[in-house]
Nanobody, 125 residues
């Protein structure tokens, strides 16, 4: 089993920055992809970003491109999400994800076999 623990959420004003971290433990040797999803109240879960095992490739959702940066990878057993120029619509619970599955694109939730508990990010005016 793989355990994922997020940290770094909180309250920030619009235009500000936050950095989320995700620590992976357990049987991490078969993980090939890590990333982040988010879900706002009343909305569907949304892909945020993903990074391959050794950080050689990254993927971003259209809503965060140019503002968010993912780093790390399972080789380091940690993945960070630097979020800049945060907007009200970025308010959500952010979930760290990881997977041993190899089928499916990185922006599909079904690709991921492991999910963290989530950390709240709230952006205020």
């Amino acid at each position: 089993q793989v355990q994922l623990v997020e940290s770094g959420g909180g309250l920030v004003q619009a235009g500000g920055s936050l950095r989320l971290s995700c620590a992976a433990s357990g049987r991490t040797d078969s993980i090939n992809l890590m990333g982040w999803f988010r879900q706002a109240p009343g909305k569907e879960r949304e892909f945020v970003a993903a990074i391959t095992q050794y950080g050689e490739a990254t993927f971003y959702g259209d809503n965060v491109k140019g503002r968010f940066t993912i780093s790390g990878g399972i080789a380091k057993n940690t993945t960070d999400l630097q979020m800049n120029n945060l907007q009200l619509e970025d308010t959500a619970v952010y979930y760290c994800v990881a997977t041993t599955r190899t089928l499916g694109p990185p922006n599909y939730s079904s690709r991921y076999s492991n999910w963290g508990q989530g950390t709240q990010v709230t952006v205020s005016r």
